[in-house]
């Protein structure tokens, strides 16, 4: 099998996953490790893995290493599939600032053969701003595009095979 340039590939993007917990629009704190507390008057417009998935492939593109870059579903055909999940995006009160904790994994797969080529769990935590909700949603804004920049430099960095 040879390899491919990416430039030459197509990227599906399937739509992002969140593990249980945290596949709701509540934005979820912690004052204690491992008990998850939901702002009372807060939340996300949308489930935060759903907010995700255009902000991937805005910087997927932008590295301009993929011939296409699709948000799933759709009808294309591809050459490879990125499938992420969020592991968790919760804003931490055990320390002063408080701060906001992204970790996601994803997983490079394949589209003809569904073997991974590559899996990689990325994480960001960014100080919050404020004592509340306001200012855990502006950390979490910058671990998300620090996420995403660091998950795109990934995919750039990977060897697509030529099928």
Known sequence: MAIASAKTATLLIN???AAA??????????????KLEYFAQSQWVEPPARMLG????AAIEKTGAFRAVVLM???ASGDV????????????FQSSPSQVRLTLRATLIDDKTRQVLAWQAFEA???A???DAYGGVLAANLAVQRVVD???QFLVAQEIPQN
């Not at 917990?21 to 491992?34: T, V």
């Not at 599939?81 to 931490?92: A, M, N, V, Y």
Request: glycine fraction near 4%; avoid cysteine.
């Open 81 to 92: 599939r990125l499938e992420t999940d969020i592991i968790r995006l919760q804003h931490e």
């Open 150 to 152: 660091q998950l795109a």
């Open 54 to 57: 255009p902000l991937l492939v």
């Open 125 to 127: 935590i960014e100080s």
């Open 73 to 75: 579903p759709g009808a």
């Open 15 to 17: 739509p992002p996953h």
């Open 21 to 34: 917990g945290f596949d709701s629009p509540r934005i979820i704190y912690l004052r204690e490790a491992h």
């Open 129 to 131: 701003s404020s004592e």
